[in-house]
């Protein structure tokens, strides 16, 4: 089992849509981290939430961090075409970085 | 400020041979991570180094090593190359270590190693 659980896994939808990609774990986390990866490059720093019941806007992205910290979400209003990749949540805990298992999203035009 | 930058992009190798690959941090970071990314497995932690001691292991055989110099520039080497060990291997780079104060991590581009 892995300490941060991603869901869902995949996501297909089409151009201008909305979506909520999830990130769950029984342990607390000082802060989350949301990256966003594309095939054969690094995964890209989106934003780091910290305070418990924190939400963070980037343009069409909104982050949220639960309350007791152990939760964090991603919502993207309007999907395009150009969001399409790989969204990873991570976070450090027990003095390590851990990392979700991914959502493969795919928007369609 | 630079972002974590690593070396080679690609490469190619066959069974049986060994590879190094390199890895610099942003200028100030200390703590660098290395990651194995592959389609099946997804991101798998291979270890991580701060003030050229390595804090904490991975679940990866001892053919997968690695070291920090006190540039905070980083290596991995593998030996005895495996076509599983096929893979994108990722970089990341951050100020402090895991578990002290606020912390996030910066990846570079990868290295893809192909094991023919």
């Known amino acids: 089992t892995q300490l941060l659980e991603q869901s869902p896994q995949f996501l297909s939808i089409q151009e201008g849509e909305n979506l909520t990609v999830y990130c769950n774990s029984s342990s607390v986390f000082s802060s989350l981290q949301w990256y966003r990866q594309e095939p054969g490059e690094g995964p890209v720093l989106l934003v780091t939430?910290?305070?418990?019941?924190e939400v963070k806007k980037l343009k069409r992205l909104t982050f949220q961090f639960g309350d007791a910290r152990k939760d964090s979400s991603l919502h993207i209003t309007a999907a395009q075409p150009g969001d399409t990749g790989l969204y990873l949540c991570a976070g450090a805990a027990f003095n390590k970085f851990y990392f979700g298992s991914g959502t493969k999203l795919n928007v369609k035009p | 400020k630079a972002g974590v930058t690593q070396t080679p992009r690609y490469l190619i190798k066959t069974r049986g041979q060994q590879v190094t690959l390199s890895c610099s941090p942003i200028?100030?970071?200390?703590?660098v991570s290395w990651y194995q990314q592959t389609p099946g497995q997804g991101l798998q932690f291979l270890f991580e180094?701060?003030?050229?001691?390595?804090?904490n292991k991975g679940n990866f055989p001892g053919r997968f090593s690695g070291r920090q110099f006190s540039n905070s520039r980083s290596e991995m080497n593998v030996s005895t190359l495996e076509l599983g060990d096929s893979a994108l291997y990722l970089c990341?780079?951050?100020?402090?270590?895991?578990?002290?104060?606020?912390?996030?991590?910066?990846f570079g581009p990868g290295t893809r190693l192909t094991v023919l």
């Open positions: 939430v910290v305070t418990g019941g």
């Open positions: 990341a780079s951050s100020l402090n270590p895991p578990g002290t104060g606020y912390n996030e991590q910066f």
């Open positions: 180094y701060f003030s050229e001691t390595q804090r």
């Open positions: 200028s100030g970071h200390r703590s």
